[in-house]
């Protein structure tokens, strides 16, 4: 697929893509939203694809935040939609997706940039990365999911301070927050993110689907969680990656999982 917004490249199973308009400091707009959607969507029925890498293209910004300008004049009922759309096919979308989506933050995330990010299973930070909501300094919250995936991550006390003082951190205050799981020089970013996912690589990626649904089911109200765990657990024992796994394991050797 070709795109104008995005770069994608599939090295070994594991997929990056970069948000790819460095002179907008790589903002989201509906555009590069779609692209996004169609780039996850492509992936999910990929069997090459393994692991995704989601970062921005330059050494500014992994996403600024989402393009003011589109929605500027938006009534009550558009920017409803505007919030409702973009959850569902973009950042609910990378949350709940089957394969392992690390976030690279190179740079600014913010607003919806950093919305992107959260909606990643986890982030890893360059030094120089800034991060932040600052929706209420334009006289909107966040829509793209962070006021709920901020204080799962922060806790409840520093998302409403990072959310009502429209601030940034850094990439070290991020690491202690427990926002981002590891902050790297910008020169090793995606070098440390391809061996982080080289480490999942060789692991069952039918367990790994099983275990994002059963985590995740813990964050979705009106869902048991520990259900949802021992239903994803029996269910592996009908797989033939739990046959080899098990199998290489007693017999002292190296799992060669076959996959779905």
């Known amino acids: 697929m070709e795109f104008e917004n995005i770069l994608t490249e599939n090295n070994d199973g594991i997929l990056q893509i970069s948000v790819n ?25 990929d069997d090459h694809v393994k692991v995704i890498i989601l970062t921005g293209s330059g050494e500014k910004a992994f996403v600024a935040g ?3 300008s589109e929605f500027s004049g938006y009534s009550s009922e558009e920017g409803k939609v505007l919030a409702a759309e973009g959850q569902k096919n973009l950042f609910d979308y990378i949350a709940n997706f089957p394969k392992p989506v690390i976030a690279a933050i190179n740079g600014f995330a913010l607003g919806g940039g950093l919305e992107l990010a959260l909606a990643a299973h986890f982030r890893i930070a360059s030094e120089n990365a800034k ?6 300094s334009l006289g909107v ?61 060789k692991n069952s990626m039918v367990a790994i689907k099983s275990a994002i649904k059963a985590v995740n089911a813990n964050y979705e109200d009106g869902v048991n969680g520990f259900e949802t765990e021992i239903e994803e657990f029996g269910r592996c024992f009908g797989t033939a990656d739990f046959e ?8 002292k050797r190296k799992a060669d999982f076959p996959g779905e």
Not at 168 to 195: C, K, P, R
């Open 21 to 45: 308009r460095p002179s907008k400091l790589n903002a989201l707009n509906k555009a590069t939203i779609q692209e996004l959607h169609e780039a996850f969507w492509a992936a999910g029925g």
């Open 66 to 68: 989402a393009d003011i």
């Open 131 to 136: 991060m932040g909501l600052p929706e209420v």
């Open 141 to 201: 919250i966040p829509g793209y999911g962070g006021t709920q995936r901020l204080p799962q991550l922060v806790g409840k006390g520093r998302a409403m301070e990072m959310i009502m003082t429209a601030g940034m951190i850094d990439a070290n205050q991020a690491l202690q927050y427990n926002l981002v799981n590891h902050v790297t020089s910008q020169e090793e970013l995606l070098d440390f993110a391809d061996e982080l996912a080289g480490k999942i690589l």
């Open 244 to 251: 080899e796994g098990t199998s290489a394991f007693l017999n």
